[in-house]
Nanobody
Framework: QVHLAESGGGLVQAGGSLRLSCEAS????????MAWYRQAPGKQRELVAS???????NYADSVKGRFTISRDNAKNAVFLEMNSLKTEDTAVYYCYADARSFQPGIGSGGRLEVWGQGTLVTVSS
């Protein structure tokens, strides 16, 4: 019912920048929280940054001051601006949404937790 499409990953040298984008589509009533997670090879998936519809933001300590999350609520989109990238930022980055589906004639439907397919970010030394 709700689909997340990510873009913006790629290869960048250490110290460089990348911008990830994620847009939700489908029968959406509202999206409360959108976030970026990442998973490096051999490691568990971890939260990178999150943003509520009310613009409350949260960052992992490892990215504070370097990454910025932002949302475009009108487009059901979330972005991650990544600066001063380090080799340890190399991972597959996943978009996540905590949403409610839209039910015709009713409005708010059930809660949905949706993941994107992931986009690879590789930071070379």
């Amino acid at each position: 019912q709700v689909h997340l499409a990510e873009s913006g990953g790629g290869l960048v040298q250490a110290g460089g920048s990348l911008r990830l984008s994620c847009e939700a589509s489908g029968r959406i009533f509202m999206i409360n929280l959108m976030a970026w997670y990442r998973q490096a090879p051999g490691k568990q998936r971890e939260l990178v940054a999150s943003a509520t519809s009310g613009s409350m933001k949260n960052y992992a300590d490892s990215v504070k001051g370097r990454f910025t999350i932002s949302r475009d609520n009108a487009k059901n989109a979330v972005f991650l601006e990544m600066n001063s990238l380090k080799t340890e930022d190399t991972a597959v980055y996943y978009c996540y949404a905590d949403a409610r589906s839209f039910q015709p004639g009713i409005g708010s439907g059930g809660r949905l937790e949706v993941w994107g397919q992931g986009t690879l970010v590789t930071v070379s030394s």
